[in-house]
């Protein structure tokens, strides 16, 4: 692939170029970055967001740092260390940084080895996704067997598309798959406030696509499985622990409960790089590393006005206070299973150590 992605790419003086997703659905605007201080921010910012594609921005931000610091191994670990600890949930993110440090550990050509060792990131993750959306779907075949289906309901939450992980993301890579085997499916869409990753980001990329779907508030979920309008959910997540439990985006715990109270099949689909192999119990263990962002995303809408020019709307009281969890975390037991580059496997310890 050589460094060319739909959410990032190099460009020809070697800086890293990213759709910058907050302009999303409403501009299509491109970043340029061209230090190792460039990538944390906009893995910060959330400019790149979704625990794949932060993955890959920061492997490309430590070869940045390789640019400007050559040699000079020491400079390049401690100025990495930024970028580790830009956002505190996505495991891929640590795992990424650390694996690029290694490689620049051992090299005698700095540069070279970590713009390699970048690409090699990102092109694996083409091929995980790839492998995720075919195993993905053969489950989505089987459940439209299994009920006589000719059209499937899946329900998603957040954004886990090619924007999240390259090329085609985890919980959606699925759906891309089914499209291409020519299977009829609707997506309900979660509008995943406060910062709408669905309502903004999902639904432009299904448009793209041209698979049928729909945005609903995100309290809609657990009505539509009651009246049997959703066949399965699928999402991603930012990390899963050796014991199963999974951190994704907040309000994915209360679609997994739902889920199980209507017998509904609830995956999660994820690279091998979203396990966190040090924690077992999310819920005790994850939770220092669960993200509080500013409660401004609570308070005020963004948008655009009836001439296309983005605007900021205040939609509480001035003086209430709001709390802005990033994630959750959804227990194994109610977990259907794992899509993963290595198969499907139950959200168990057993299962999960045949393949970590
Ligand atoms: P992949 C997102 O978080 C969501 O939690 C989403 O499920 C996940 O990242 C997608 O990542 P945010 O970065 O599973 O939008 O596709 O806060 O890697």
Redesign the pocket.
């Known amino acids: 692939m050589q460094g060319q992605y739909r959410p990032l790419w190099l460009n020809d003086n070697g800086d890293l170029e990213v759709l910058d997703q907050r302009y999303l659905p409403h501009e299509k605007r491109v970043r340029t970055l061209i230090s190792g201080a460039d990538a944390a921010e906009a893995i910060s910012d959330?400019t790149v967001?979704?625990?794949?594609?932060?993955?890959n921005v920061a492997a490309m931000g430590v070869y940045l740092l390789a640019r400007e610091f050559g040699e000079d191994k020491a400079r390049i670990k401690e100025e990495a260390m930024i970028l580790r600890a830009s956002?505190p949930?996505?495991v891929?993110l640590m795992w990424a940084v650390d694996r690029m440090l290694d490689v620049i550990e051992k090299s005698d050509d700095v540069l070279a080895d970590a713009k390699a060792e970048a690409i090699a990131i990102c092109d694996e993750d083409v091929k995980r996704s790839e492998t995720i959306g075919k195993i993905g779907c053969d489950i989505i075949e089987k459940i439209m067997q299994e009920k006589n289906l000719e059209k499937i309901n899946i329900l998603t939450?957040?954004?886990?598309?090619w924007l999240?992980?390259i090329d085609s993301?985890?919980?959606l890579a699925p759906i891309y798959e089914a499209r291409k085997r020519g299977i009829d499916v609707h997506v309900w869409v979660d509008e995943t406030r406060p910062?709408n990753?669905g309502a903004n980001l999902t639904s432009w990329e299904l448009l793209d696509a041209g698979i049928d779907h729909t945005i609903i508030a995100d309290n809609t979920g657990g009505h539509l499985m009651q009246h049997d309008m959703v066949d399965m959910v699928i999402?991603?997540?930012?990390r899963v622990t050796r014991c199963g439990d999974a951190a994704?985006?907040i309000g994915?715990y209360l679609k997994a409960l739902a889920a199980n109270d209507n017998g509904i099949p609830f995956y999660i689909?994820?690279?091998l790089s979203?396990f966190d192999p040090e924690s077992c119990n999310g819920v005790e263990e994850i939770e220092i590393e669960i993200?509080m962002r500013s409660e401004d995303e609570i308070h005020i809408m963004r948008g655009i006005d009836e001439d296309g020019k983005p605007q900021e709307l205040r939609v509480t009281p001035i003086g209430s206070k709001g709390a802005n969890y990033?994630?959750d975390v959804t227990p194994a037991r109610l977990i259907t299973g794992l899509i993963t580059e290595a198969g499907l496997i139950e959200a168990n310890e057993t299962a999960i150590e045949t393949i970590l």
């Open positions: 959330m967001r979704g625990a794949g594609v932060i993955g956002r949930t996505a891929n939450h957040c954004n886990a598309g999240a992980i993301g985890t919980a910062r990753q999402t991603g997540a930012d994704n985006k994915t689909a994820l690279p979203t993200e990033g994630f």
